[in-house]
């Protein structure tokens, strides 16, 4: 029998990449002759990527962002987050731990997410976490990304595992919708990068902390879906 798949997305749910992502925005924004931004009132938007950043901290500020120089800014986005990674970003507290027992447990571990597949695996070697994954995929992986299921069905095949026996953990209505769309059950953390509270997203469970990711919780969320 094929084993059960855990998969996860990466910003805001395994890893927390704020700091390095609101030192990047800052980057752009000196760039820009932008005033500074002490991330607070970002960091719930960090998981919508640079070009949603660069946007909002222009408009809180009222300044005009036309097409050429948003686009000039998010290369300079770019450079300078790849070029810091991993940075400050660190695992979130549990996250050794949880995975490290779904392996003991028999689970595969795969990674599906809207950063970038080298930035990914980068992010994830830089905090020593890529070992433990079949498959990191990111949003140029495939021709299609969350939330369109594919991203999701895809990367479970990748990772040698069966969507019939998987389970999705994601800190945003992104990757809720895309696991419900795929019919697999999801975990939503809370603590990731969503304005809104997951609970609004009707994940199957939610937890506040790694060590709740236990194996119970997961052969309990398989069950359910087979029934």
Known sequence: MTRPIVVFDLDGTLVDTAPDLLDSLNHCLVAGGAALTDGAGFRQ????????????????????????????????????????????????PGVPNALARLEQA??????????????????????????????????????????????????????????RRAIMVGDSQTDIDTAKAAGIPVVAVDFGYT????????????ISHFDALT???????????QA
């Open 106 to 163: 028999g689970y595969l571990l795969a990674v599906c997410t809207n950063k970038t597949q080298a930035f990914s695996e980068r992010l994830l070697a830089g905090v020593g976490l890529s070992p433990k994954f079949a498959a990191i995929c990111g949003a140029d992986t495939f021709a299609f990304r969350k939330p369109d299921p594919r991203h999701l069905t895809e990367t479970i095949a990748r990772a040698g595992g069966d969507p």
């Open 45 to 92: 938007f960090v998981g919508h990527g640079g070009r949603v950043m660069i946007e909002r901290a222009y408009a809180a500020q009222k300044r005009m962002l036309d097409p050429d120089e948003h686009e000039r800014l998010y290369t300079l986005f770019l450079e300078h987050y790849g070029n810091n990674i991993p940075g400050g970003s660190l695992p979130y």
């Open 195 to 206: 304005d809104r509270h997951v609970r609004e997203f009707e994940p199957s469970r939610i």
């Open 215 to 225: 194996t119970a919780l997961c052969e309990d969320l398989l069950e359910a879906a």
